[in-house]
């Protein structure tokens, strides 16, 4: 089983809303991920890190925000939630290439629905 | 640029019988290749993955995949499916230095 942990697994929130959605790793992996799904679709990843202090954009545009401030920790916030950001996001988590560089572990998931 | 493709949205077997769930890939280099699965309202699950060495590496819950370097290609099989294997199969390659591209994914339905 990965050590790596997404809360709240389900969020139902109100359209305008600031939210914050946690992750955390205890394997000591250099790199995250945000990937955003809908129901049984495809994965687009949406923002990533290499390690503290570094984030990138991924290949979906995204009004969410990311920060790393800390290896084990990768929050993603959105500031203002609209319905179109209802959707599945998950975090996920890679070592590096000193690492190993090898597969990527995922969180479970937070299921979020703004109303 | 890298690319997955999984040619089949969907996959139907009867329990018993074995599957085969496609996967070909475009990369820069050498391949790592990986494969996913994922049931409802959970994240991905690794299974299996090629590096290096032999082209035939077998995974979780008695999957196992086949790197074809000729035809591009990292097939997922399983000798006899269950009705528990039913979920999303995703591929991913990823080069050296990039990030994961994963498939579109494959529904695998096996019928009782």
């Known amino acids: 089983e990965a050590d790596i942990y997404q809360t709240p697994r389900y969020l139902v929130i109100g359209t305008g809303k600031k939210i914050t959605l946690e992750c955390s790793q205890t394997?000591?992996?250099?790199?995250m991920y945000w990937y955003q799904q809908d129901p049984g679709m495809e994965l687009h990843l949406i923002h990533y890190?290499?390690?503290?202090?570094?984030?990138e954009k991924g290949d979906l545009s995204s009004e969410s925000t990311v920060s790393r401030i800390r290896t084990e920790h990768f929050p993603l916030t959105l500031e203002s939630a609209r319905p179109s950001h209802t959707s599945q996001y998950l975090c996920?988590?890679?070592?590096?290439?000193?690492?190993?560089?090898?597969?990527?572990?995922f969180g479970q998931g937070t299921r979020l629905t703004v109303v | 640029a890298q690319s997955v493709a999984q040619p089949e949205d969907q996959v139907n077997v009867a329990e018993g019988n074995p599957l085969t769930v496609k996967c070909t890939y475009s990369?820069?280099?050498?391949?790592?290749l990986f494969w996913y699965v994922q049931y409802p309202n959970r994240g991905l699950q690794f299974l299996l993955k090629?590096?290096?060495?032999?082209?035939l590496v077998k995974g979780s819950y008695g999957f196992e995949a086949e790197f074809n370097k000729s035809q591009t290609s990292f097939h997922l099989k399983k000798p006899s499916a269950l009705v528990s294997d039913s979920a999303l199969y995703f591929c991913?390659?990823?080069?050296?230095?990039?990030?994961?591209?994963f498939g579109p994914g494959t529904r695998l339905s096996v019928l009782p």
């Open positions: 996920a988590s890679s070592p590096g290439y000193s690492q190993g560089n090898t597969e990527a572990f």
């Open positions: 394997m000591g992996h250099d790199k």
């Open positions: 890190s290499y390690g503290v202090n570094s984030t």
């Open positions: 990369v820069s280099g050498n391949p790592y």
């Open positions: 090629y590096i290096t060495g032999d082209n």
């Open positions: 991913a390659v990823r080069g050296y230095g990039q990030n994961f591209v």
